[in-house]
């Protein structure tokens, strides 16, 4: 009986594989993985996805009527004084599948990049992605930052020069030695190194393309979500009603613009990337092999598969705008 019991759970992890190979092997390496197992005790964040939970941090709540994108039609359960209503069992239905693919990826040793640069997401991305180890970026995309990887990574060579540098003029001053650099030299670097930490202090660590990014407001990253989609690189991400959903391989719909919706996916996929890790350690501990397994693009019918029946709440009405 054991021994079906064991051969069940081997044939459910095999099965459970296709989304991850073939970004993860040219995206892992040594110290990534080592980066992930520290993080793998990280606290996990209780976060209620209930449809009630949903309502009360206002997911529900789409763009103007004017403004929406036919091809949300399938997600939007009806409109509110010009407002669109976005379907709540189909925003579940969505993160459940996102959130498998997220714990997936991070089992077998991959890194995801958190990237969200509106106002309202910048503190929100950088605590939850510090929460779990990951990699962030909250100001600015670089263009080029995953297709030029190869100079963005001089760039953070050249910041954690400039560190070197100005920490050891500091333990000179402390010491009162003489600079080896004059006083006009050390501000040009620290604006140098200040301008860095702006665009690049995110993704300090990341030594090589991350497995998977979460995206906040497709629209405003669309040059994150091109360089991904050019380098076979999963997304997912949290699709508004002015949103184009079929850009993205996971989609998730919900209001991408109020901070306690964004809030709530960010844990959401902060306690992913969490679970993933120590899924990780467990099968490192126990001696098992952790064969990364393949990553499979959806295809266009498993893009317009349609959601499930729109059934929001009554209360909806109530928390509706005026």
Aim: with cysteine; aromatic share 4%; hydrophobic share 35%.
């Amino acid at each position: 009986m054991e021994n079906t019991e064991n051969t069940e759970n081997a044939v459910t992890e095999v099965q459970a594989a296709p989304v991850v190979e073939k970004v993860i092997e040219k995206t892992a390496d040594a110290g990534s993985k080592k980066r992930m197992q520290d993080y793998a005790s990280a606290e996990i964040v209780e976060v209620d996805m209930s449809l009630k939970s949903l309502l009360q941090a206002g997911v529900h709540f789409g763009h103007q009527t004017s403004r929406w994108n036919p091809a949300m039609s399938q997600y939007i359960h009806t409109a509110r004084n010009g407002i669109h209503i976005i379907n709540l069992p189909s925003s579940v239905e969505c993160w459940s599948k996102a959130e498998k693919v997220i714990t997936d990826i991070t089992s077998a040793g991959g890194s995801v990049l958190f990237v969200g640069t509106k106002k309202q997401s910048q503190d929100i991305v950088r605590q939850e992605a510090n929460r779990c180890g990951c990699y962030y970026v909250s100001r600015r995309w670089l263009g080029g930052m995953l297709t030029n990887f190869s100079t963005i990574r001089n760039s953070i060579e050249r910041m954690k020069k400039l560190e070197g540098i100005m920490q050891e003029e500091s333990e000179r001053a402390t010491r009162g030695e003489s600079m080896k650099f004059t006083k006009k030299e050390r501000l040009m670097m620290q604006k140098e190194l200040e301008k860095l930490e702006f665009s690049i202090g995110g993704i300090r660590e990341m030594t090589s393309l991350p497995s998977l990014i979460f995206v906040i407001d497709i629209r405003r990253e669309n040059i994150a979500i091109s360089e991904a989609r050019r380098l076979d690189i999963p997304v997912v991400a949290l699709v508004d009603t002015n949103c184009n959903p079929s850009e993205v391989d996971y989609p998730v719909p919900a209001n991408d613009d109020g901070s306690r919706s964004i809030r709530l996916f960010s844990q959401a996929v902060a306690n992913a990337v969490i679970r993933g890790r120590q899924k990780m350690v467990e099968r490192t501990r126990s001696g098992a092999v952790i064969t990364p397994a393949s990553f499979k693009k959806k295809t266009a019918s498993e893009g317009a598969k349609k959601p499930a029946d729109a059934v929001v709440p009554a209360s909806v009405e109530e928390v509706a705008p005026a």
